[in-house]
């Protein structure tokens, strides 16, 4: 009978001290592969493979497409591609980007949930946003383990609770605690593989292997809503204890992510308002002063859309002071111009 061999790890912000904490205490000869997505800047060079090396027994690698999965490894995916599982082998895609992210950590929990069912291992990290949850709970309804790290205990607490949120979870630990845990889950037995089918899951799954699927071939009604990404239409996936949306390509959105990629894209309007706006005051100013041979009528004409162009500019500052996020990453409520 197979055991649950397969641990899927995922953080962002202050996940890379976590980890280092579990992978202290795993074994060289882990029954288990470990498959680990931490957010990271796609422009950079990775050294996460060198890095969780020396942490603890396993080695860790930067993984090829197609490459094998054998136990006492960790798995992670080259820069700027998603890392997927596959029954006996990984595969890394370019993928549509997931709460802005690419990797982002839900393709990889999706992808395990759809394949291995209650082998699976998901372990939720430190990180902000709500990356993780949706994956983590679809790890949950195939018959898997959820672990999540204390919040407490996390440096950036917001993807651990967005995950507590949406998913019933078996075990929340401290980091130090969760290595033995994993080590221990590797040993035990289970069924092998999903009792039945779930077709928005294997979509899913499929989208991020770059499947040619588009949203309205079987997700619901347009949700009135445009992709941050891309400008598409975005789409509420049916059946989802919390709402999530996809856009016509496969760009998908847990609600946290979507407010805070909203609140940017509303931050970059008004400051591009803002430029046209003193640009305005600037340019009337100049009018006012250079053509004041035009007679009072027009010198007043321009400094009073000089004025008013000012005037809105302020208010504009003010909007945009506004749009705040809190520490753990969390919009927080604005307070409207002052």
Not at 8 to 28: E, F, H, N, Q, Y
Not at 84 to 102: A, D, S, W
Not at 231 to 253: D, F, I, M, N, Q
Request: glycine share 10%; charged share 20%.
């Amino acid at each position: 009978m197979p055991t649950r061999d397969i641990v899927v790890i995922g953080g962002s912000a202050g996940a890379i001290v976590a980890l280092k904490k579990i992978l202290r205490d795993l074994p060289a000869e882990l029954a288990a592969s470990i498959f680990v997505v931490i957010h990271t800047n796609p422009d950079n060079p990775s050294v996460l493979p060198e890095v969780l090396s020396r942490a603890g027994r396993l080695q860790a690698n930067a993984t090829p497409d197609g490459a094998p999965i054998h136990p006492g490894q960790i798995y992670l995916p080259p820069p700027d591609h998603h890392l997927l599982l596959k029954r006996g082998h990984v595969r890394i895609t370019r993928g549509p980007r997931e709460n802005g992210f690419r990797p982002a950590i839900d393709p990889l929990f999706r992808s395990a949930a759809y394949t291995f069912g209650p082998r699976t291992v998901g372990v939720v990290l430190s990180g902000t946003r709500d990356d993780g949850a949706g994956g983590l709970l679809a790890i949950a309804q195939r018959g898997g383990v959820a672990v999540v790290q204390d919040p407490d205990d996390a440096l950036h607490p917001s993807m651990p609770r967005s995950a507590l949120d949406l998913v019933r979870t078996e075990y929340v630990l401290p980091a130090v605690k969760i290595g033995a845990l994993l080590s221990e889950l590797s040993r035990s037995e289970v069924p092998d593989g999903p009792a039945d089918d779930d077709p928005t899951l294997a979509a899913e799954v499929a989208m991020s292997d770059m499947a040619p699927l588009t949203t309205d071939e079987f997700f619901n009604e347009p949700a009135g809503f445009g992709c941050p990404a891309c400008g598409g239409a975005l789409y509420e996936l049916p059946s989802t204890k919390v709402p999530r949306y996809r856009c016509r390509v496969g760009h998908a959105w847990a609600p946290e992510s979507l407010l805070e990629e909203q609140a940017a894209g509303l931050e970059g309007a008004l400051w591009t308002a803002l430029r046209v706006l003193e640009e305005r005051a600037a340019l009337a100013e100049r009018l006012a002063t250079g053509f004041s041979s035009g007679g009072p009528a027009h010198e007043l004409r321009y400094r009073g859309a000089a004025e008013n162009a000012l005037e809105t500019a302020l208010t504009i500052r003010a909007l945009i002071d506004s749009i705040g996020v809190a520490g753990d990453g969390r919009p927080t409520a604005s307070p409207g111009p002052r």
